[in-house]
């Protein structure tokens, strides 16, 4: 079971630039499917940006543009560069990680994810 650590959140002004890192132990990152998300105080958690079992990025219309997930298997580590943040990018934000598995002559992504424990981003005007 590989266990999260996510870091690198803060308090910055609208339109600055934030790099998330989510560090991984117990288990590779690259036997994972990883993705970020985010919860705002009284919000439902929403995705934010993903790398599928195939390596493929994918961002929320939300931060299309704005973020960039990258996954370094060497270092165990998972990162997002946050740039031009928003008022509305403030939350609290999580790393995720679900096992790949072949199935059906594909890899696909276990249902189930490992989370870490999540990183603040305090976004102001």
């Known amino acids: 079971q590989v266990q999260l650590v996510e870091s690198g959140g803060g308090s910055v002004q609208a339109g600055g630039s934030l790099r998330l890192s989510c560090a991984a132990s117990g288990d590779g990152l690259s036997t994972y499917c990883m993705s970020w998300w985010r919860q705002a105080p009284g919000k439902a958690r929403e995705g934010v940006a993903a790398?599928?079992?195939?390596?493929?990025?994918s961002y929320a219309d939300s931060v299309k543009g704005r973020f960039a997930i990258s996954q370094d298997n060497a270092k165990n580590t998972l990162s997002l560069q946050m740039n031009s943040l928003k008022l509305e990018d403030t939350a609290m934000y999580y790393c995720a990680a679900r096992k790949k598995y072949y199935f059906g002559g594909r890899w696909t992504c276990a249902s189930v994810p490992s989370w870490g424990q999540g990183t603040q981003v305090t976004i102001s005007s």
């Open positions: 790398i599928d079992s195939v390596g493929t990025a």
